[in-house]
């Protein structure tokens, strides 16, 4: 069954989706993305990162890590108002049949603090992705650091990943 984007669903829900694509580089894979894409190490893959705004308001770093086989040219699309699954599916006839998915409290980092405008000392929710297609071959590896006081986008964009804002919440508060 298809699967709705985060952007397509975002849009659904009434929000307005952009994204500011900060670098997209070919590079060879580390141990740790090869081994997450089932890949060889230094196997060329493609680093996409960009910041998500959800209304304006900027809701997550977003890193992707493809296979370069997988989407060659990947560096000539424009992805700031439109999906990236979208264009996986539709140009390059990529289709995501399952997703495995982790949740986590981190601390931000440098990056997270300056693009999403975060205070010192701050955690950001840490989504990890595993796109996989219908044979169970890794598509995309995502790693989406959200500003967990965005609270009622990622409760409604990453249901799963909202318990783990409460837990936290509860144990802190």
């Known amino acids: 069954p298809p699967r709705d984007s985060v952007f397509s669903h975002t849009q659904k829900l009434g929000f307005k989706p952009t994204s500011k694509v900060r670098e997209v580089e070919v590079e060879p894979a580390s141990i740790p993305v090869a081994q997450k894409l089932n890949l060889q190490v230094e196997a060329p893959v493609y680093r996409f990162v960009r910041t998500r705004y959800v209304n304006g308001e900027a809701l997550a770093n977003q890193t992707n890590y493809i296979p370069f086989e997988i989407c060659p040219e990947l560096e000539n699309d424009d992805v700031s108002h439109y999906s990236f699954q979208k264009l996986l599916e539709e140009k390059y006839l990529t289709f995501t049949a399952e997703l495995e998915e982790s949740f986590e409290l981190v601390p931000a980092s440098a990056q997270d603090m300056e693009i999403l405008n975060l205070p010192p000392?701050?955690?950001?929710?840490?989504?990890?992705?595993i796109s996989l297609s219908a044979t169970g071959y890794p598509l995309v590896w995502s790693n989406i650091r959200i500003r967990p006081d965005r609270y009622q986008y990622v409760s409604k964009l990453w249901p799963s990943a909202a318990e783990v804002l409460i837990i936290d919440d509860v144990n802190n508060g």
């Open 121 to 129: 000392a701050s955690s950001v929710l840490l989504v990890q992705r």
